[in-house]
């Protein structure tokens, strides 16, 4: 009888097993395709590269191919979250190891997903909307790669961060969004000259909205937590556009000693990236050279070091 019960038992886990792989099957056939591949086998092969520029990756060109019939798939793979019976059926796999079905976690394909949208960039602005609702959403692992993939998708992405920066009220959020428009010219390509052309033309996408991150700055510096104006300013040092613009707005935060300083030393080291660019506010920096304030000693020392074109960068220490 126990034999009986527990040869019923198995028999009911594989009929399971073998129906939840059929369905995995019939979803990867309705997968758009490339080559002769699925989305999901192109998702694996994707590491993160400047899209568009030749010669573009064979992963990403599938992507690229597939064009918007792959956002569906990628916003499922974005919101993944693995259900109990799911989660069971994964164990039961990895132990038996017959059936191989593949019932990966979700963070690997929260990951998969964000590559994909970066592989697609402008490509994927119709998925701003659906992106932009996962923000304020309760999956926050959904609501951060969505964050995190908005900038890469062309002027619609980062309107649309621009739109959640003034809107949302809460601090931390507000500076992983500022912080995440600085990410597309963060990333180490494999290629470095096709990557210059994507930071290129990233810069030109947001250099019509940096005026209005400049006008925020004054609410940032009122805000209850302080890094909202320091990720701002070092967000704006990273960009490195609208120099005219930027340069003073920093000078002017490094000269109120009544901001933390934390603001200032980051004001100092923004201005310092733009190089050659910030060589007329050199003077006013050497005047804080002898500051009372090591942190303060240690950004000017860096930032006119790369506004002269090089030279022994100093750790800063923020006091």
């Given at each position: 009888m126990t034999h009986s019960w527990r040869f019923r038992k198995t028999s009911v886990i594989g009929l399971v097993v073998v129906a939840v792989a059929l369905a995995c099957l019939a979803l990867c056939r309705r997968e758009p395709r490339y080559n002769g591949k699925p989305l999901s086998y192109w998702l694996d092969q994707l590491t993160f590269d400047a899209p568009f520029d030749?010669?573009?990756?064979?992963?990403?060109?599938?992507?690229?191919?597939?064009?918007?019939?792959?956002?569906?798939?990628?916003?499922?793979?974005?919101?993944?979250?693995?259900?109990?019976?799911?989660?069971?059926?994964?164990e039961f796999d990895e132990t038996h190891g017959k059936m191989n079905l593949g019932l990966k976690r979700a963070e690997p394909e929260v990951e998969k997903a964000i590559m994909g949208y970066m592989a697609l960039g402008e490509i994927a602005a119709p998925a701003v909307r659906d992106l932009v609702a996962l923000v304020n959403k309760r999956n926050e692992t959904a609501s951060d790669a969505a964050i995190s993939v908005l900038p890469f998708l062309g002027s619609e992405g980062i309107r649309a961060t621009m739109r959640l920066i003034s809107s949302t009220t809460n601090s931390f959020a507000k500076s992983v969004l500022i912080f995440n428009?600085?990410?597309?010219?963060?990333?180490?390509?494999?290629?470095?000259?096709r990557h210059k052309n994507f930071q290129q033309r990233y810069r030109h996408q947001i250099e019509p909205m940096v005026q209005d991150l400049v006008q925020e700055l004054t609410c940032f510096l009122n805000?209850?937590?302080?890094?909202?104006?320091?990720?701002?300013?070092r967000t704006l040092g990273r960009l490195r556009?609208?120099?005219?613009?930027?340069?003073?707005?920093l000078t002017n935060l490094t000269a109120d000693e009544r901001l933390p300083l934390k603001v200032r030393i980051g004001s100092i080291t923004a201005a310092g990236n733009f190089g050659k660019e910030a060589n007329n506010v050199a003077p006013f920096l050497r005047t804080y050279a002898e500051n009372t304030n090591s942190g303060i000693r240690a950004a000017v020392s860096n930032a006119l070091s790369r506004i002269n074109g090089g030279g022994p960068i100093i750790r800063i220490e923020e006091k």
């Open positions: 030749p010669p573009v990756p064979e992963p990403q060109l599938a992507l690229q191919t597939m064009g918007t019939k792959a956002l569906p798939h990628l916003l499922r793979r974005l919101t993944a979250k693995n259900s109990r019976i799911k989660e069971a059926l994964r428009l600085a990410a597309p010219v963060f990333h180490s390509p494999t290629n470095s000259e805000d209850d937590d302080q890094r909202v104006a320091s990720t701002a300013v556009v609208r120099p005219e613009l930027i340069i003073p707005a």
